[in-house]
């Protein structure tokens, strides 16, 4: 079954400081895999992408991600954490097993950047 | 437009009422999904179309909830009956094509109370 899972509940960070958010995931065949971040009362938006190509990705927002194919990971980066960046992320997998390709999403990661 | 519109922003329903919500895809968008948030903020797909065909129902309650995407009007999902257990965040999101490096665009979503 294919499946991406987030270890942890919520980061805490200061601003100014680095922050990750991880991310693992299984599939059969190569991954697709989706950063999106959710705001209160809004829906998903989309940060990035990873389909083939350099395992570093560029995002918005200056967010980047890392993908790990050894350690089936996908973690979440940026350089530097703005208060604005506190948010609710969500790592996602295309199901390949499905002609849809839908989503299956992890159960996401809140981010607190503290001033 | 270039955002995926979801009314009601909200919505009340006494148990065993019906509740009915819509979702208006970008234009030239021929895929719309549908997704359940639930606590712990899981996300459970319902149903896909391409266009006005149902393309993916595998995870649609059957007995109680249904949807259609009929031409020149919005995407609905449709509950009869509610149940306490139904209350969550609907999100309807659309995309121009189903091919895994396509990401979607998700609408604000439909907060449904039952009571």
């Known amino acids: 079954a294919q499946s991406v899972a987030q270890p942890e509940d919520q980061v805490n960070v200061a601003e100014g400081n680095p922050l990750t958010v991880k991310c693992t995931y299984s599939?059969?065949?190569?991954?697709?895999l989706f950063w999106y971040v959710q705001y209160p009362n809004r829906g998903l938006q989309f940060l990035l992408k990873?389909?083939?190509?350099?395992?570093l990705v560029k995002g918005s927002y200056g967010f980047e991600a890392e993908f790990n194919k050894s350690q089936t990971s996908f973690h979440l980066k940026k350089p530097s954490a703005l208060v604005s960046d506190s948010a609710l992320y969500f790592c996602?997998?295309?199901?390949?097993?499905?002609?849809?390709?839908?989503?299956?999403f992890g159960t996401g990661t809140r981010l607190k950047v503290l001033a | 437009g270039e955002e995926v519109a979801q009314t009601p922003k909200h919505l009340v329903r006494g148990e065993g009422q019906k509740a009915k919500l819509y979702c208006a895809p970008i234009?030239?968008?021929?895929?719309v999904f549908w997704y359940q948030q639930v606590l712990k903020n899981e996300f459970k797909f319902l149903i896909s179309?391409?266009?006005?065909?149902?393309?993916?129902e595998t995870g649609m309650p059957k007995e109680r909830f249904s949807a259609k995407c009929l031409p020149n009007s919005p995407c609905s999902l449709e509950i009869q009956a509610t149940k306490l257990e139904d209350s969550a965040v609907y999100f309807c999101?659309?995309?121009?094509?189903?091919?895994?490096?396509?990401?979607?665009?998700f609408g604000s979503g439909t907060r449904l109370t039952v009571v």
């Open positions: 179309f391409q266009n006005e065909n149902v393309f993916d």
């Open positions: 599939v059969s065949g190569n991954p697709y």
């Open positions: 996602a997998v295309r199901d390949m097993s499905s002609g849809t390709y839908k989503y299956i």
């Open positions: 999101a659309s995309s121009q094509d189903r091919a895994p490096n396509y990401g979607y665009t």
């Open positions: 234009k030239g968008h021929s895929y």
């Open positions: 990873y389909i083939t190509g350099d395992n």
